[in-house]
């Protein structure tokens, strides 16, 4: 009951009010005390099971290293077009990372096929963000080395700072699913000692003065990619659905120096359908706030298990009134679908087709 009542303490600073989206004070997942990690533990597992998100106050992660980051993110997004387009990618498949300009992504294609290939109707816009994202420093990853910006010349050392301080949370975090999930509190361990996790910064420019091409949004309704997604931003705007056909969107509490946590859809399969990886999306600023609103910006951790782990559903998680729902699948293999899926070049529901081809 206390630890119950601790993750309601915080307010939102959007609106204030209650939200699907519980606050979660995490600070005894650092600490020896087990029964306090176990109940800290059930409250994120209930978050899990109910709607997939949940905010983290009290995480661990030092404010000067995020502020440092943040402040020098926001420099990067300044310098000119033509600097920025110098750390995009010639290959996608070979080298998932860098820069996209404004309009590049559009994430609703990895959740639902694009309408414009079943009729006449055009192409949707891009989402209105501009993005530079960063993959594993671990050689023994398997990905490709990092390749980071000249300019600002502290911006390198400040993102890397950043992602290492992400993935420790994230690590903490899947302790905490272990043992809401009635596993040893290492099960995960061996599943990301050599994780291949991205960090992506989305720079979401003012729009007042610019035209929003219709239907275009801030980034469009999608569901995540891998086992936990860990959130900084830096405004209103985030809404979930637990609906995906005709969803009712609620807004996530947007909390000073917090980090809003979700599921990917690899964790959702990994738990055979008991956790959700849920439909999220950043709406336009209202016009009455578009002044208030103005620029938001937002720092995604992406935490991804080992490139060749194999993901079959956890024993706690089948019964013989739950069998199996999914076939195994190679972590590396399911991330590039995604992936791939978000840019329109891969089928946008082969990541989740259950067993039998359903």
């Known amino acids: 009951a206390e630890a119950r009542q601790r993750s ?8 204030g009010g209650s939200s699907i989206v519980p606050i979660i004070d995490i600070a005894a997942l650092r600490g020896e005390d087990r029964e306090a990690k176990l109940a800290v533990a059930r409250e994120i597992g209930k978050a899990c099971e109910d709607i997939g998100f949940f905010v983290v106050v009290n995480h661990g992660i030092p404010k000067d290293v995020v502020d440092r980051a943040w402040a020098r993110t926001l420099a990067f997004f300044d310098l000119p077009l033509d600097a920025k387009r110098k750390e995009e990618t010639d290959d996608e498949a070979t080298y998932p ?3 996209s300009a404004l309009g590049a992504e559009l994430l609703s294609r990895g959740k639902e096929v694009d309408a414009a290939k079943k009729s006449d109707a055009p192409a949707a816009a891009g989402d209105m963000k501009e993005m530079y994202q960063i993959g594993p420093k671990d050689p023994l990853a398997g990905m490709p080395p990092r390749r980071l910006p000249p300019a600002p010349s502290d911006f390198p050392e400040a993102f890397e700072a950043y992602y290492e301080h992400a993935n420790g949370l994230a690590q903490r975090l899947l302790r905490a699913f272990a043992l809401a999930l009635g596993l040893d509190e290492d099960w995960f361990d061996s599943k990301m000692d050599r994780h291949i996790s991205a960090l992506r910064a989305n720079n979401y420019p003012d729009q ?7 239907g275009s949004i801030r980034c469009s309704a999608h569901t995540d990619y891998g086992t936990v997604t860990i959130l900084k931003s830096g405004g209103p705007g985030l809404q979930v659905s637990k609906d995906k056909a005709n969803p009712t969107w609620h807004d996530v509490p947007f909390v000073e120096d917090a980090f809003v946590i979700n599921l990917g859809d690899l964790m959702r399969r990994w738990t055979n359908d008991r956790w959700s990886s849920t439909l999220h999306r950043v709406i336009n600023p209202p016009e ?11 720092i995604a951790f992406f935490h991804n298990l080992n490139k060749d782990a194999v993901v079959e559903a956890i024993p706690s998680c089948v019964s013989d009134g739950q069998p199996a729902l999914y076939d195994p699948i190679v972590a590396g293999e399911f991330l590039m ?5 978000s840019n329109g070049k891969a089928d946008p529901d082969a990541h989740l087709r259950h067993r039998g081809g359903a």
Not at 8 to 15: D, L, T, W
């Open 8 to 15: 309601r303490s915080p307010r939102s600073k959007e609106g």
């Open 97 to 99: 990372y860098g820069y």
């Open 208 to 214: 007042n003065g610019i035209v929003v091409p219709p």
């Open 288 to 298: 009455e706030k578009a002044a208030s609103w103005g620029r938001r910006m937002a």
């Open 337 to 341: 679908l995604k992936h791939l899926a």
